[in-house]
């Protein structure tokens, strides 16, 4: 901690800066409760998108055991050509979202594949956006996280060390310069008397 000068310019600069740490605080204070539950919500999406994903994964493994097969060739039938995403401004914090997925899908003939992989293709699209969208999600929790331990890093800065310390100085600085006023009334007091006494001596 900083020592603090003694006197009247001192004492108004901590009164200043304790006004401009009280008038902070309350907005700090909701841009950290804003930031948690948007940090919730994010969360929530996220556990839903990966829930999503297991439910497709689960129902590609039950429904298409057929995959296991080497001669039916199912590789390269969906792809990826694009992904678009966009920034949204939460609470100051700008996070990733979806916008569109491309995706193509490899002409291939009915009579030349099994009907099985229609469905499979179907699926696959659902997987590959799920994937997609479980990576953006989990990207967007991250820097909601990070946003949310910042903020409360500044929220305890500010209550548990700025505003303490700051009234700490100006509860010192008053009892010193009371102190000095109390000082220089009794020095007053004893010069007066002196004086009064060297006036009867003469």
């Known amino acids: 901690m900083a020592k603090v ?17 009280n008038r902070y605080l309350p907005a700090l204070e909701l841009k950290r409760q804003q930031l948690m539950i948007e940090r919730k919500k994010a969360e929530e999406a996220l556990e839903e998108t990966q829930g999503a994903l297991n439910d497709v994964e689960r129902l590609v493994r039950a429904q298409l055991p057929m995959l296991a097969r080497d001669d039916v060739q199912v590789e390269n039938l969906v792809k990826v ?13 700008r996070v990733p979202l979806v916008e569109r997925v491309e995706i193509s899908l490899t002409p291939y003939s009915d009579l030349a594949k099994p009907h099985w992989v229609d469905y499979l293709v179907e699926l696959l699209q659902q997987m590959i956006r799920l994937r997609i969208e479980l990576q ?10 990070k946003a949310t331990r910042t903020t409360s890093q500044r929220v305890n ?3 548990k060390v700025l505003i303490p310390e700051t009234r700490k100085n100006i509860q010192k600085i008053q009892i010193y310069m009371s102190d000095q006023d109390r000082a220089g009334v009794v020095n007053a007091k004893l010069s007066k008397g002196k004086l009064a006494q060297a006036a009867r001596r003469q």
């Open 81 to 93: 050509t694009g992904v678009r995403l966009t920034t949204e401004n939460i609470v100051g914090t």
């Open 157 to 159: 800065l500010f209550s």
């Open 136 to 145: 953006v999600r989990q990207l967007r929790y991250q820097e909601l996280d």
């Open 5 to 21: 000068a003694l006197n009247k310019s001192a004492l108004n600069k901590e009164k200043r800066g304790l006004k401009t740490f």
